[in-house]
């Protein structure tokens, strides 16, 4: 792929300047420089469904952590985002020690989730919580 993408250049090169701007104008990026988001929510899922209907709260102040250590924290609407990450494979967990009193993970299998960021895209991962009765 990085000999297609060079020759490509090359190529592009014969018909107008070549520079780092005009590469990305182009929406030509090399492998490894291409990054991507990570958004979502935590939620109170009351009714147990799977998805935020209405009335189901957001949760703020919620951390989760990515495999390299990184973390955010949830802002308003119990929402987050990450920015400038590589595309590929991710790790997040949800740190339930920053739950707020009384919630708790929806299932065990909430606390880790998996996702693929492509290459300038948005990966939506959400978690779900619920109230402890």
Do not use: C
Not at 59 to 78: A, K, M, Q, Y
Not at 104 to 127: D, P, Q, S, Y
């Amino acid at each position: 792929m990085k000999k297609v993408f060079l020759i490509f250049i090359i190529i592009i090169s014969f018909f107008r300047e070549v520079s780092a701007e005009n590469i990305e104008n182009m929406g030509i990026y090399p492998l490894g420089d291409v990054t991507g988001v990570i958004a979502g929510k935590v939620y109170v899922d009351k009714n147990d469904n799977g998805k935020q209907d209405e009335g189901e709260p957001g949760v703020e102040g919620v951390v989760i952590i990515l495999e390299n250590g990184t973390s955010v924290t949830t802002g308003p609407g119990g929402k987050y985002s990450i920015t400038n990450m590589t595309g590929g494979f991710h790790v997040l967990e949800l740190d339930d020690w920053t739950l707020p009193p009384g919630i708790i993970l929806a299932l065990e299998e909430e606390r880790t989730k998996f996702v693929r960021v492509t290459e300038n895209g948005i990966a939506l991962v959400n978690f779900r919580v619920k109230e402890d009765l």
